[in-house]
């Protein structure tokens, strides 16, 4: 566990992110099932599970781009199903890294990354400029301001992806397979950015398949299936001393691959 983590626990301190009794369909198929997921400022959470089984989909309802059916999200205390927060506020402050990188193609990097805070911040060109720069230097990018996204490889697209999204200097970060699109080799670049923002202790929720990086990096594995948290722990324990049958049945096919 991380120190930010680690002292929230001790202090008993509010979560930064609860999702209570959350339930959610798709027509008839129910996707969520009533899951509680809670999340303290600093913390790690990397969750895994079967294809279908409700991990994305519950990612995706932390900051409302998939509405819920019923339950509660509370970000910071605040209630962002039936309180007063726009979309805009909760996305400032829950930033997302997608599977596919959703970069404007005819912008270049530094326009693709002060393009929001200047029209939704209404920051000064000069003020996002610096920050954009100072990211870019910070994921390993920084000769490439001026480059537009099809003259960068995968993984070079979706670590301006993440630059982009810290842009909003966002309280919480979701990732939703961050790296299954990428060519193997590519994978590593981007897993390294991640780390170095979990060391500086950025909330950080992580759906992934990458189970070494479960490993070293998350402070909680959260294993969801059948649209259900079917275990949760230190992931060395959840990893190597699966309590529950599914568990087994998932890291099984997981070894096997």
């Known amino acids: 566990m991380n120190a930010s983590a680690s002292s929230a626990a001790l202090s008993g301190e509010q979560p930064i992110l609860e999702m209570k009794d959350i339930h959610l369909s798709y027509g008839r198929n129910a996707v969520l099932k009533g899951v509680d997921l809670s999340v303290r400022r600093g913390e790690v959470v990397v969750i895994v599970g079967p294809s279908g089984g409700g991990k994305s989909s519950l990612l995706r309802c932390a900051n409302l781009l998939q509405r819920i059916d019923s339950g509660q999200i509370l970000l910071e205390g605040e209630d962002l199903v039936g309180g007063s927060l726009n979309e805009n506020q909760i996305r400032q402050r829950v930033g997302m890294v997608f599977q596919h990188y959703h970069l404007f193609p005819h912008l270049s990097v530094l326009r693709n990354l002060t393009l929001a805070p200047r029209r939704v911040l209404k920051e000064p060109p000069r003020k996002s400029e610096a920050r954009a720069h100072e990211l870019l230097r910070k994921v390993g990018l920084a000769e490439k301001a001026n480059s537009y996204p099809d003259q960068l490889s995968g993984g070079q697209q979706q670590r301006v992806a993440i630059a982009r999204a810290l842009m909003m200097q966002p309280h919480v970060m979701l990732f939703d397979e961050a790296t299954s699109a990428l060519d193997p080799e590519l994978v590593g670049e981007v897993l390294a950015v991640m780390k170095d923002l979990a060391k500086s202790g950025m909330t950080m929720l992580v759906v992934t398949h990458e189970m070494g990086f479960a490993r070293e990096v998350g402070d909680r594995l959260v294993l969801v299936a059948g649209g259900n948290i079917v275990e949760q722990g230190?992931?060395?324990?959840?990893?190597?001393?699966?309590?529950?049958?599914?568990?087994?049945?998932?890291?099984?096919?997981?070894?096997?691959?």
């Open 234 to 257: 230190p992931p060395a324990q959840v990893l190597d001393r699966p309590q529950h049958e599914r568990t087994k049945q998932f890291l099984s096919r997981m070894t096997r691959h």
